[in-house]
């Protein structure tokens, strides 16, 4: 059974940092991309960044080149989002994601709020 647990989210003013934590278990972490989402409120979910099985190669949402990495770690099987030059729209609840068979599988999702 997928299971995917964020942790690291809060308040932080502008201009500041923030590392999430995805730790994932039921399934081989290193056989599958894995991805961190945001929805804020009143929009749609969207992507934010993915990284490779091994972590060979990543992709960022425009909106966060330069400022967010994505990064693994396959022996603890988790993932981690570093967000640093934050903004108050990047204000959004963050989730984990992997795709299995054409199924996506959440977490419960981790807030950060980003305000003075």
């Known amino acids: 059974q997928v299971h995917l647990v964020e942790s690291g989210g809060g308040l932080v003013q502008p201009g500041g940092s923030l590392r999430l934590s995805c730790a994932a278990s039921g399934f081989t972490f290193s056989s599958y991309a894995m991805s961190w989402y945001r929805q804020a409120p009143g929009k749609e979910r969207e992507l934010v960044a993915q990284?490779?099985?091994?972590?060979?190669?990543?992709i960022y949402a425009d909106s966060v080149k330069g400022r967010f990495t994505i990064s693994r770690d396959n022996t603890k099987n988790t993932v981690y989002l570093q967000m640093n030059s934050l903004k108050p729209e990047d204000t959004a609840v963050y989730y984990c994601n992997v795709e299995q068979r054409m199924r996506p599988y959440w977490g419960q999702g981790t807030q950060v709020t980003v305000s003075s």
């Open positions: 990284i490779s099985r091994v972590g060979a190669y990543t």
